[in-house]
């Protein structure tokens, strides 16, 4: 498979193996979740993070750790911010589970993301429109 000695799979215990070698081995559909950038330090946490993405009833595609600062999620709900990785994560995953019904109070294309760095308070960053100004949050409740 071209272009797939930089890919690696990463199982629910943290080991990565290259796609080259699962490719060759096994002819089970490949997962449905990618993670970008995870930070070797948080690889102690893998595990008990994916536990928890797998039992979210929101489906979450992606996991971008480039940016240790900021945990990233792409999910059936659009983007989510979360801040560093911390012991809030299953408190923001919840105030995302209570989101589910988002897509029928606001257009997802309006969307540019859903900042939960506070759980307790998350907001929706709008993309910019005629009527709404550039990087304008509004507050949900969850």
């Known amino acids: 498979m071209p272009g797939t000695s930089q890919i690696k799979l990463l199982d629910e ?10 490719v060759g081995l096994n ?12 930070p070797s330090q948080y ?3 893998w595990s008990k993070l994916y536990s928890q993405v797998s039992r979210s009833p929101i489906t979450i595609t992606e996991i971008d750790w480039r940016d240790p600062a900021n ?3 792409k999910t059936e709900l659009g983007v989510v911010h979360l801040g560093s990785y911390s012991s809030q994560f299953p408190k923001q995953l ?11 109070n606001v257009d997802s ?18 993309t910019e ?14």
């Open 13 to 22: 215990t943290g080991i990565s193996v290259p796609l080259a070698n699962y």
């Open 27 to 38: 002819q089970s559909p490949l997962p449905n979740l990618r993670v970008v950038g995870m």
């Open 43 to 45: 690889l102690a946490e």
């Open 71 to 73: 945990l990233i999620l």
């Open 94 to 104: 919840n105030a995302l589970n209570q989101m589910q019904e988002l897509p029928e």
């Open 109 to 126: 294309s309006q969307i540019d993301y859903i900042d939960l760095r506070n759980p307790d308070n998350p907001s929706l960053h709008m």
């Open 129 to 142: 429109t005629d009527a709404v100004p550039e990087n304008t949050a509004v507050p949900i409740s969850p």
